[in-house]
């Protein structure tokens, strides 16, 4: 079985900055892409950003100049850097993973989110 853990969200100012972060244990042989979505208040789940395991990246263009992610195969874990936070960002943040486990097809697996509130 595959987890993922989030790092804690919190309250920032706008025009501030939060870094999470998403570890995923278990029975892995390999991740392929890893991402971040966001729950707004009454809205729908949204696409953040990807990366697959060579490092290419994809940002929704409302982020884009503002969020950046990464991710370390080594530790299996995903990260997303917010700079320059607006009030619109606020809304309960979820990683994801496309993972091979040792045993088994692929599957798809989420974290069990984070709430990032910008305001002032």
């Known amino acids: 079985q595959v987890q993922l853990v989030e790092s804690r969200g919190g309250l920032v100012q706008p025009g501030g900055s939060l870094r999470l972060s998403c570890a995923a244990s278990?029975?892995?042989?390999?991740?392929?892409?890893m991402g971040w979505y966001r729950q707004a208040p009454e809205k729908e789940r949204e696409l953040v950003a990807t990366v697959n395991r060579y490092g290419t990246r994809y940002y929704a263009d409302s982020v884009k100049g503002r969020l950046t992610i990464s991710r370390d195969n080594a530790e299996n874990t995903v990260y997303l850097q917010m700079n320059s936070l607006k009030p619109e960002d606020t809304a309960v943040y979820y990683c994801n993973a496309r993972v091979q486990p040792i045993a088994g097809p692929y599957t798809v697996v989420w974290g069990q989110g984070t709430l990032v509130t910008v305001s002032s």
């Open positions: 278990g029975s892995i042989f390999r991740i392929d892409d």
